[in-house]
């Protein structure tokens, strides 16, 4: 599958962002868990957010709980997330990555090794 991250952009602290991440190819979308990542300068990749395959399971990071939301449309084949209330820390590049598992289980979720598939990232800057 093949996957397109985009809506990154330059926000100041306090505003609103909705990344989607557009598949195609491979399999049909909903055998898919999504989950987005974040990478900041100079910094590991971390986990962001992931939702299985029919959203019934849904995860965040501690540091973005209660102001991202994940969301998926298995009709669009298209994952979003949607980010509230944003500050500097967030600015990085965010990734949108696929597992051919489908459903989500902790702690593997958290881990990158556990997604298949990754997007090219859409950069996230958020001026203070």
């Known amino acids: 599958v093949q996957l397109q991250a985009s809506g990154g952009g330059l926000v100041q602290a306090g505003d609103s962002l909705r990344l989607s991440c557009a598949a195609s190819?491979?399999?049909?979308?909903?055998?898919?868990?999504m989950g987005w990542f974040r990478q900041a300068p100079g910094k590991e990749r971390d986990f962001v957010a992931a939702i299985s395959w029919n959203g019934d399971s849904i995860f965040y990071a501690d540091s973005v709980k209660g102001r991202f939301a994940i969301s998926r449309d298995n009709v669009k084949n298209t994952m979003y997330l949607q980010m509230n209330s944003l500050k500097p820390e967030d600015t990085a590049v965010y990734y949108c990555?696929?597992?051919?598992?489908?459903?989500?289980?902790?702690?593997?979720?958290?881990?990158?090794?556990?997604?298949?598939?990754w997007g090219q990232g859409t950069l996230v800057t958020v001026s203070s």
């Open positions: 190819g491979g399999r049909t979308f909903n055998n898919y868990a």
């Open positions: 990555a696929a597992d051919s598992y489908g459903i989500l289980e902790s702690p593997s979720v958290y881990d990158l090794k556990e997604y298949d598939y």
